[in-house]
């Protein structure tokens, strides 16, 4: 009988393993599938500035051979210059997600007025939009101890966004005000929104909502900004909101933790 209770314990027991080297193998085959997905989703958006800088550089070099196109030539250089940007931001993008993830991600924080920085960042933006932003920001100075040229960076990627899921000409609206020992930065657009059920993953990396791809026919982006934008508002101490509805618009809301007056 002893004999027979330890061969259905040795047989119980290998069928455990069994079953977890299979669940392991089946993870491994998913984590590899998704390394696979990743690469690929990295080479193409890398891939696409690249392409259209080679086709204007050969134009530009038509151009140069021809004087009297030397008006085209300067227009040339700045489309140029807006395709470097977009490869730029994008290795960027890169490699402070590979800092964040390996620890190496340090804010140089100084005393710093909020409302002067979503200025600036907001001057900034006007000049590569053909509807600027409206803005809404308090008069007194909101004075945080924040990494300026990260939270630059943050209002950057939201206000992108804003635009880059909406339709042409609609209104994107930025409004500052303080809220106790708190400033908030709403960023408010009326563009395709997000549904309920994707909310919570969009600050994953590399996280995109599959259907306003379609919506938009915006393929540029590989899902890191939103995460860099948490991950950089988080270690300010601060947080990130987000409140949408599909169809109707989204408003991203930037709250930071203010020093003392
Ligand atoms: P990317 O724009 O490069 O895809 P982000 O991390 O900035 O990556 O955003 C993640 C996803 O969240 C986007 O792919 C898009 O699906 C969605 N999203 C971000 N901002 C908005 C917005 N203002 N309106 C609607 N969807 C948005």
Same mark, same amino acid.
């Given at each position: 009988?002893?004999?027979?209770?330890?061969?259905?314990? %040795?047989?119980? $027991?290998?069928?455990?393993?069994?079953?977890?080297?299979?669940?392991?193998?089946?993870?491994?085959?998913?984590?590899?599938?998704? #390394?696979?997905?990743?690469?690929?989703?990295?080479?193409?958006?890398?891939?696409?500035?690249?392409?259209? /800088? #080679?086709? +204007?550089?050969?134009?530009?070099?038509?151009?140069?051979?021809?004087?009297?196109? /030397?008006? #085209?030539?300067?227009?040339?250089?700045?489309? %140029?210059?807006?395709?470097?940007? +977009? !490869?730029?931001?994008?290795?960027?993008?890169?490699?402070?997600? $590979?800092?964040?993830?390996?620890? $190496? !991600?340090d804010l140089q924080r100084?005393?710093?007025?909020?409302?002067?920085?979503?200025?600036?960042?907001?001057?900034? !933006?006007?000049?590569?939009?053909?509807?600027?932003? /409206?803005?809404?920001? &308090?008069?007194?100075?909101?004075? *945080?101890? %924040?990494d300026?040229?990260?939270?630059?960076? &943050?209002?950057?990627?939201?206000?992108?966004?804003?635009? #880059?899921?909406?339709?042409?000409?609609?209104?994107?609206?930025?409004?500052?005000?303080?809220?106790?020992?708190?400033?908030?930065?709403? @960023?408010?657009?009326?563009?395709?929104? @997000?549904?309920?059920?994707?909310?919570?993953?969009?600050?994953?990396?590399?996280?995109? &909502?599959?259907? %306003?791809?379609?919506?938009?026919?915006?393929?540029? *982006?590989? *899902?890191?900004?939103?995460?860099?934008?948490?991950? @950089?508002?988080?270690?300010?101490?601060?947080?990130?909101?987000?409140?949408?509805?599909?169809?109707?618009?989204?408003?991203?809301?930037?709250?930071?933790?203010?020093?003392? &007056?």
């Amino acid at each position: 009988l002893q004999t027979r209770q330890l061969r259905r314990q %040795i047989q119980e $027991h290998q069928r455990s393993l069994e079953q977890q080297v299979e669940q392991r193998t089946q993870e491994l085959v998913a984590a590899h599938a998704a #390394k696979d997905a990743l690469l690929r989703l990295v080479a193409h958006e890398l891939a696409s500035p690249l392409t259209s /800088l #080679k086709g +204007r550089i050969q134009l530009l070099d038509l151009y140069l051979q021809q004087p009297e196109s /030397l008006e #085209k030539g300067r227009h040339i250089v700045g489309g %140029i210059n807006r395709s470097l940007a +977009r !490869f730029e931001r994008l290795v960027q993008d890169l490699q402070d997600t $590979h800092h964040l993830q390996a620890q $190496h !991600f340090d804010l140089q924080r100084t005393r710093c007025d909020l409302v002067e920085v979503c200025r600036q960042v907001l001057a900034e !933006f006007r000049e590569g939009v053909k509807t600027a932003p /409206l803005a809404e920001i &308090v008069d007194e100075p909101l004075e *945080g101890d %924040i990494d300026r040229q990260r939270i630059s960076q &943050v209002l950057l990627n939201v206000l992108s966004n804003a635009y #880059k899921y909406s339709p042409q000409g609609a209104p994107v609206m930025v409004r500052v005000w303080q809220e106790g020992k708190q400033a908030v930065i709403a @960023i408010q657009d009326h563009g395709v929104g @997000i549904a309920a059920e994707h909310l919570s993953r969009l600050t994953e990396p590399f996280y995109r &909502v599959p259907e %306003i791809q379609v919506q938009t026919g915006s393929q540029t *982006g590989l *899902g890191l900004g939103l995460y860099l934008v948490r991950m @950089i508002v988080e270690q300010h101490g601060g947080r990130l909101e987000v409140q949408s509805q599909q169809g109707q618009g989204s408003v991203f809301s930037i709250v930071l933790p203010l020093l003392p &007056v």
